[in-house]
């Protein structure tokens, strides 16, 4: 990992990984796209509305994920002071926030055919939407500093702290006896979905994980050559007042 | 154990002194209950079944209006400064703070709270379980609102931030809170939910002042 907090390696590495990763998440998407809708079997009770757990489940592993990754990378920065770490961590929420807010949003979408309602305050729900004000306290955090040094500090603080939210949701269905259904993917005693639906699903997950990555890269360039800019912008302003 | 006396009674003499801030913050929960009999109707049964969650909602808000001032004024006066070069730990400067805060702002709205109980026709029970569960979670309150107010220390505008960043964390109080004092109406026993509630403090015990103090040298380099 050290060997990448030199910024001209790592976006050298990025851009190797840049055009497969576009291609991956881009392929990925279509087949399972076309798994999910058309060769996937029709749920015995729920019709096609179970095609929904296709976007939904997904998005709502990618909006942990998206926190475990910006906590992780948070601890870095506080830790080891990597240089790129904030810049993940910083890039990142964001598309966790839409991460998180694709999954209430199909998950509200799912609730009203099934449970008859578009939201419950049962556990799971609760504790995904405070994943989402937790992004963004977040990126409200980080951005009402002027030293922006500092921002990172306090948000990367906060980010630690908030990641106590975590293990709440992932067990939030098996602590709490509520609505939304238990695990049924990622357990102990192996899934409890047949593979005919468990495949199409991997292979949306994977889709997700991959335009993470691709988003993930086009902010941290565009985030870069934001410093490089109001570098350049600075230098251009001391060269003006020194010509006074 | 003398210093950190030292920095309680600094915090109580000037609660005192200000005096107006412990009771705007007081009057300031009072209103906020009023508010909810004449928004909702003044029907007893209502009342009731949801007074225990009025109390609780009122007790949140009521703590932000004063989670700004734990540390802010330290802050600007370079006071903070001298804490933290001093070789008494950081963390128990902290903790000192905090207990300064809980009695000077969450200790009155609980004494007020019976007051309040009337005006919403509270049995005795729910009464009891409340002033129970207040005692358990109003100090988590503290902590973590002391939290936000040392991560939000030198922002540009710390009193709308800190409501947003402390909300979030504040709900799994507020909600063992209102089930402890609510076990009647649930039909639960009240107990677990008060040690679900103890188990918070201690948790936050540990790891608030220590953030905290991280997130002060942070805010002071």
């Known amino acids: 990992m050290h060997k990448f907090a030199n910024p001209t390696r790592f976006f050298k590495a990025c851009d190797v990984v840049y055009p497969w990763i576009i291609l991956l998440s881009l392929s990925a998407l279509c087949l399972g796209l076309y798994f999910s809708l058309v060769q996937s079997p029709v749920d015995y009770q729920q019709g096609d509305t179970v095609r929904i757990m296709y976007v939904h489940v997904p998005a709502a592993w990618m909006s942990m994920m998206c926190y475990l990754i910006m906590a992780l990378s948070c601890g870095s920065s506080l830790i080891w002071k990597h240089a790129i770490a904030f810049s993940i961590a910083r890039s990142t929420a964001p598309i966790g926030a839409t991460f998180t807010f694709l999954a209430l949003v199909t998950g509200s979408l799912w609730g009203k055919p099934m449970w008859g309602t578009w939201w419950v305050w049962d556990a799971r729900l609760t504790s995904v939407l405070i994943l989402f004000f937790l992004y963004i306290g977040f990126i409200t955090l980080y951005h009402s500093f002027d030293d922006r040094s500092r921002g990172a500090k306090a948000a990367s603080i906060l980010a630690l702290v908030g990641a106590i939210n975590l293990p709440i949701i992932k067990f939030s269905v098996d602590w709490w006896n509520t609505l939304h259904q238990p695990a049924s993917v990622v357990k102990l005693s192996g899934p409890a979905i047949h593979t005919s639906m468990l495949t199409p699903l991997f ?25 490089k800019i109001r570098a350049f912008e600075a230098r251009q302003i001391n060269i003006e007042t020194e010509l006074d | ?193 008060l040690v679900f509630l103890g188990g918070l403090l201690l948790g936050s015990l540990a790891i608030c002042p220590w953030v905290i103090s991280i997130s002060i040298r942070h805010a002071l380099s």
């Open chain 2, 1 to 193: 154990m003398g210093r950190f006396n030292a920095i309680l009674s600094r915090d109580f003499r000037l609660a005192i002194r200000q005096g107006s801030e412990s009771l705007t913050v007081v009057i300031f929960f009072v209103l906020c209950v009023i508010i909810f009999p004449l928004a909702i109707g003044p029907e007893k049964g209502l009342l009731v079944r949801i007074g225990p969650g009025i109390i609780w909602a009122s007790i949140l808000l009521a703590t932000m209006l004063s989670l700004e001032n734990i540390f802010q004024k330290d802050f600007e006066d370079g006071n903070l400064d001298l804490m933290c070069i001093s070789d008494f730990p950081l963390e128990l400067v902290v903790i000192a703070k905090i207990t300064a805060h809980w009695v000077t702002t969450a200790l009155p709205l609980i004494i007020v709270s019976p007051i309040l109980a009337i005006f919403l026709h509270m049995p005795f029970e729910t009464w009891l379980n409340l002033i129970f569960s207040l005692f358990l979670g109003t100090p988590v309150l503290s902590l973590i609102g002391a939290l936000g107010s040392a991560v939000s220390l030198g922002s540009r505008k710390s009193s709308l931030l800190i409501p947003l960043l402390v909300i979030p964390l504040f709900i799994p109080v507020l909600i063992f809170g209102v089930s402890a004092a609510d076990a009647n109406f649930l039909g639960i026993d009240s107990q677990p939910q």
């Open chain 1, 203 to 227: 292979v949306m997950a994977f889709a997700y994980i991959c335009f993470y990555f691709w988003i993930l890269i086009i902010r941290l360039k565009a985030a870069s050559n934001l410093t």
